[in-house]
């Protein structure tokens, strides 16, 4: 993770309010208005008490009190106005940052998600997003609303002297800026800690809930919920540092807004002692300042859940600066499937050598089948030629063209790849196959379920193609996904198929009505088989053996 410094985090996500820029501007002079309505409704109060007592006044004491009842309505109606305009900023922000984070997400898929925790990146994209609505909402408009705020206050109190202006404005920095930096820095670390703590919690309770099933059958139940409470424990260790430096900073503000008061009284009743200001310039300078300090507090409260909201913006941007292994390719001429050809591939992940100097050659409408041992590489060159990753050495080609040198979206119409783990969305069978081709018909949906053998076992459902498949998928077997993963790959209609061991989890019958239907498409589609089993190998024209690497 790139630790990125508070002013950087908050200058990159100030950056993307730009759209919205006439929204916040009215955010901060509504805001600006309520909290000035808010001061003034005690200065006028001491006005009025000026005017009883038989000082000279701008208004009189029934225009007084109209203008404290007047600010008072208006205070409300402005604070609504400014609340409105934020949170309408905020969740319209959210959203934009949600699409930019799922555009990152396929951007880096498959090649840089590959081992990436799942349930850390479910808290990025839910709660780590979420969090920034404070920032949003309650961070900058609030920062220049107290910069306004206080220029304007200042200017009023220095009318009466120019000390007071300057103590007013020592006092506004000291609760709005010293208060909350002293704050972030006694947080260090905490909120960064926090959201990867809970990043690795929510990872770790997604795959305890995967994984139930075999905690019961080996009874390890007890020990799982140990672990949870320890990571649960040490991740409210966490929530409970940055509630204390919370509290502190509160109380420390308090403190410190109660000596700055008397402060002010103190200076000015000195300098009405010598004369400078009179009985005025005592008591409005004081009231002034003792009812103004709202958006220095506002400010200073932010010191510890700043510390929480750089955090997540922070793994926010980091996915969203992520660069991909993989770039996009768009511009070039489409073409058309005449072939595949692997030339002298050497391929490395993680620092080991998957595949050196591999070739094979794949005619336009064969099937060729690969074999070889788990981890000797079968899988990885499918990805090549899907281009997951790219070749460092070598060449991967269709139609004699580079797939390096091919629209993506190209490329992807003339492929399709199935894996052994077949993914089912929570939704309907139709709609499951329906991503293959979006607008296929019922009629090339049920044509394509024959063809991989399953279309009898979805009739008995209740509901037919309608059925739900549940979460995951976990509804169905091993077996009834994986026909299901074939049935998109029939219904895409890509010349060019990929078929990671398509049959492992099928029984004999099903295999053979299987491998019919692709011997049948052998006219229309070229196929490259991957497979242990022997018997899948029968209708490959011709089969290449991967071992340590290495073809033959």
Same mark, same amino acid.
């Given at each position: 993770?790139?630790?990125?410094?508070?002013?950087a985090?908050m200058a990159?996500?100030?950056? /993307?309010?730009?759209?919205?820029?006439g929204?916040?501007?009215?955010?901060?002079?509504t805001?600006?208005?309520? *909290?000035? !309505?808010?001061?003034?409704?005690?200065?006028?109060?001491g006005y009025?008490?000026?005017s009883?007592?038989?000082?000279d006044?701008?208004l009189?004491?029934t225009?007084?009190?109209?203008c404290l009842?007047?600010?008072?309505l208006?205070?409300?109606?402005?604070?609504?106005?400014?609340?409105?305009?934020?949170?309408f900023?905020?969740f319209?922000?959210?959203?934009l940052?949600?699409?930019? +984070?799922?555009?990152?997400?396929?951007?880096?898929?498959?090649?840089?998600?590959?081992?990436?925790?799942r349930g850390?990146?479910?808290?990025?994209?839910t709660?780590?997003?979420?969090?920034?609505?404070?920032?949003y909402? *309650?961070t900058?408009?609030?920062?220049?609303?107290?910069? /306004?705020?206080?220029?304007?206050?200042?200017?009023?109190?220095?009318?009466? *002297?120019?000390?007071?202006?300057?103590?007013?404005?020592?006092?506004?920095?000291t609760?709005g +800026? +010293?208060?909350?930096l $002293?704050?972030?820095?006694?947080?260090? #670390?905490?909120?960064?800690?926090?959201?990867?703590?809970?990043?690795?919690?929510?990872?770790?309770v997604?795959?305890s809930?995967?994984?139930l099933?075999?905690?019961?059958?080996?009874?390890?139940?007890?020990?799982?919920?140990?672990?949870? =409470?320890?990571?649960?424990?040490?991740?409210?260790?966490?929530e409970?540092?940055?509630?204390r430096?919370a509290g502190?900073?509160?109380?420390?503000?308090?403190?410190v807004?109660?000596?700055l008061d008397?402060? @002010?009284?103190f200076?000015?009743?000195?300098? !009405?002692?010598?004369g400078?200001?009179?009985?005025e310039?005592?008591?409005?300078?004081?009231?002034a300042?003792m009812?103004?300090?709202?958006? !220095?507090?506002a400010?200073?409260?932010?010191g510890?859940?700043?510390?929480?909201?750089?955090?997540a913006?922070?793994r926010?941007l980091?996915?969203?600066?992520?660069?991909? $292994?993989?770039?996009? &390719?768009t511009?070039?001429?489409?073409i058309?499937?005449?072939?595949a050809e692997v030339?002298?591939?050497t391929?490395?992940?993680?620092?080991?050598?998957?595949?050196?100097?591999?070739?094979?050659?794949?005619?336009?409408?064969?099937?060729v089948g690969? &074999?070889?041992?788990?981890?000797?590489?079968?899988?990885?060159?499918?990805?090549?030629?899907?281009?997951?990753w790219? &070749?460092?050495?070598?060449?991967v080609?269709?139609?004699?063209?580079? &797939?390096?040198?091919?629209?993506?979206?190209?490329?992807?119409? @003339?492929?399709?790849?199935?894996?052994?783990?077949?993914?089912l969305? *929570? #939704?309907?069978?139709?709609? =499951?196959?329906r %991503?293959?081709k979006?607008?296929?018909?019922?009629?090339?949906i049920?044509?394509?379920?024959?063809?991989?053998?399953?279309?009898?076992? %979805?009739?008995?459902?209740p509901?037919?193609? #309608?059925?739900?498949?549940g979460?995951?998928?976990?509804?169905?077997?091993?077996?009834?996904?994986?026909?299901?993963?074939?049935?998109?790959?029939?219904?895409?209609?890509?010349?060019? @198929?990929?078929?990671?061991?398509?049959t492992? =989890?099928?029984?004999?019958l099903?295999?053979?009505? %299987?491998?019919?239907?692709l011997?049948?498409?052998?006219? #229309?589609?070229? +196929?490259?088989? $991957?497979?242990?089993?022997?018997?899948?190998m029968? %209708?490959?024209?011709?089969v290449?053996?991967?071992? =340590?690497?290495?073809?033959?």
């Amino acid at each position: 993770m790139k630790r990125r410094s508070g002013f950087a985090v908050m200058a990159r996500l100030i950056g /993307l309010v730009k759209p919205l820029a006439g929204f916040m501007a009215l955010a901060v002079l509504t805001g600006l208005a309520g *909290h000035l !309505c808010a001061a003034f409704i005690t200065i006028f109060g001491g006005y009025a008490a000026l005017s009883i007592l038989g000082f000279d006044t701008p208004l009189g004491l029934t225009g007084l009190f109209v203008c404290l009842g007047l600010f008072a309505l208006l205070r409300g109606v402005l604070r609504y106005a400014e609340q409105a305009c934020n949170h309408f900023i905020a969740f319209k922000l959210l959203a934009l940052i949600r699409d930019k +984070v799922f555009r990152a997400l396929r951007r880096l898929c498959p090649a840089k998600l590959e081992g990436r925790d799942r349930g850390d990146l479910i808290s990025v994209i839910t709660s780590d997003v979420e969090l920034l609505e404070v920032f949003y909402a *309650h961070t900058i408009s609030p920062i220049a609303i107290a910069a /306004l705020f206080t220029l304007i206050l200042c200017l009023f109190i220095g009318s009466f *002297h120019w000390a007071l202006g300057l103590l007013a404005l020592a006092a506004y920095l000291t609760v709005g +800026v +010293v208060v909350p930096l $002293v704050t972030s820095r006694l947080s260090g #670390d905490a909120g960064l800690s926090f959201r990867t703590k809970s990043g690795e919690l929510s990872a770790f309770v997604l795959d305890s809930l995967r994984g139930l099933p075999e905690t019961i059958q080996y009874g390890r139940g007890r020990q799982r919920l140990e672990e949870m =409470n320890t990571r649960t424990d040490a991740l409210s260790s966490y929530e409970a540092r940055m509630k204390r430096t919370a509290g502190r900073s509160l109380a420390s503000a308090n403190t410190v807004i109660l000596a700055l008061d008397l402060a @002010m009284l103190f200076a000015s009743a000195r300098l !009405c002692q010598a004369g400078a200001v009179g009985f005025e310039g005592v008591l409005l300078p004081t009231v002034a300042l003792m009812s103004s300090f709202g958006p !220095c507090i506002a400010l200073a409260n932010l010191g510890s859940t700043l510390q929480s909201t750089f955090a997540a913006g922070n793994r926010v941007l980091d996915i969203l600066d992520e660069t991909p $292994v993989v770039s996009k &390719v768009t511009g070039r001429p489409a073409i058309s499937f005449t072939g595949a050809e692997v030339r002298d591939v050497t391929f490395s992940y993680g620092g080991k050598t998957i595949l050196d100097g591999v070739s094979l050659d794949v005619p336009q409408n064969s099937v060729v089948g690969i &074999v070889g041992r788990s981890g000797s590489g079968k899988s990885t060159l499918l990805k090549l030629l899907m281009r997951f990753w790219e &070749v460092r050495k070598g060449a991967v080609k269709l139609s004699g063209t580079n &797939v390096s040198q091919i629209n993506t979206a190209n490329l992807r119409d @003339m492929e399709s790849f199935v894996t052994q783990d077949t993914h089912l969305f *929570h #939704d309907s069978i139709k709609n =499951n196959l329906r %991503i293959a081709k979006l607008d296929a018909t019922d009629e090339e949906i049920v044509a394509a379920c024959k063809k991989a053998s399953v279309h009898d076992f %979805i009739m008995t459902l209740p509901q037919g193609y #309608d059925t739900s498949v549940g979460e995951l998928g976990g509804t169905l077997s091993g077996g009834e996904r994986q026909r299901l993963g074939l049935a998109r790959a029939f219904l895409h209609g890509a010349p060019l @198929m990929l078929l990671d061991e398509p049959t492992s =989890n099928l029984d004999s019958l099903n295999e053979a009505v %299987i491998l019919r239907s692709l011997g049948e498409e052998r006219e #229309d589609r070229t +196929v490259i088989l $991957v497979s242990h089993r022997q018997s899948t190998m029968r %209708i490959a024209q011709r089969v290449y053996s991967v071992e =340590n690497g290495e073809i033959s």
